[in-house]
T-cell receptor, first 113, second 113 residues
Framework: DAMVIQNPRYQVTQFGKPVTLSCSQTLNHNVMYWYQQKSSQAPKLLFH???????NEADTPDNFQSRRPNTSFCFLDIRSPGLGDAAMYLC????????????FGQGTRLTVV | GENVEQHPSTLSVQEGDSAVIKCTYSDSASNYFPWYKQELGKRPQLIIDIRSNVGEKKDQRIAVTLNKTAKHFSLHITETQPEDSAVYFC????????????FGAGTRLAVHP
């Protein structure tokens, strides 16, 4: 039943050690998003893909990268995690076009030690 | 870019009372306004949305109103129940193209039996 699947649910990484979070979807949606949500805060958009077109938010740090090898999968790479990058990372998808519902995955909670 | 403000940050009501959460947005081109409910440790889930061509939408105990002139929209929950306790996020999109959801800071709703 899960439509947007994120792995792993919990990830612990060392300070400065590259880490990759993954997201897959069974909805065949064109648009995939990555959000960062820190404790008691709103989800903050990092970037999104419209098909293969990558759109980075202006204030997303260079430390964050993304890859979308095909329609179903999208990855978030954090090149050198800092303590301030500890957060819940949410993947979401939506169909092509404006005003369509975004479906969220369960999220990956990243801890940096 | 779009900026969404949400009030109040916390709301406590007695079971059976109504709850109202208000949001304002800055980009007059925004035309899609969803509301998400997020329970602790879970993904945000869409509970209702409204598009700019209507002023009000209702779904059982939940209603949303939109005032495009004033650039604000509100969530109304009637006959609240303890299971309504969660964090509620408003969002706006459509102004910058695609489906860039920009979230408000969230309202923590507590419904006391």
């Amino acid at each position: 039943d899960a439509m947007v699947i994120q792995n792993p649910r919990y990830q612990v990484t060392q300070f400065g050690k590259p880490v990759t979070l993954s997201c897959s979807q069974t909805l065949n949606h064109n648009v995939m998003y990555w959000y960062q949500q820190k404790s008691s805060q709103a989800p903050k958009l990092l970037f999104h893909y419209y098909d293969k077109d990558f759109n980075n938010e202006a204030d997303t740090p260079d430390n964050f990268q993304s890859r979308r090898p095909n329609t179903s999968f999208c990855f978030l790479d954090i090149r050198s995690p800092g303590l301030g990058d500890a957060a819940m990372y949410l993947c979401a998808t939506s169909r092509k076009g404006l005003n369509t519902e975004a479906f969220f995955g369960q999220g990956t909670r990243l801890t940096v030690v | 870019g779009e900026n969404v403000e949400q009030h109040p940050s916390t709301l406590s009501v007695q079971e059976g009372d109504s709850a109202v959460i208000k949001c304002t947005y800055s980009d007059s081109a925004s035309n899609y306004f969803p509301w998400y409910k997020q329970e602790l440790g879970k993904r945000p889930q869409l509970i209702i949305d409204i598009r700019s061509n209507v002023g009000e939408k209702k779904d059982q105990r939940i209603a949303v109103t939109l005032n495009k002139t004033a650039k604000h929209f509100s969530l109304h929950i009637t006959e609240t129940q303890p299971e309504d306790s969660a964090v509620y996020f408003c969002a706006a999109s459509g102004g910058g193209g695609y489906n860039k959801l920009i979230f408000g800071a969230g309202t923590r709703l507590a419904v006391h039996p």
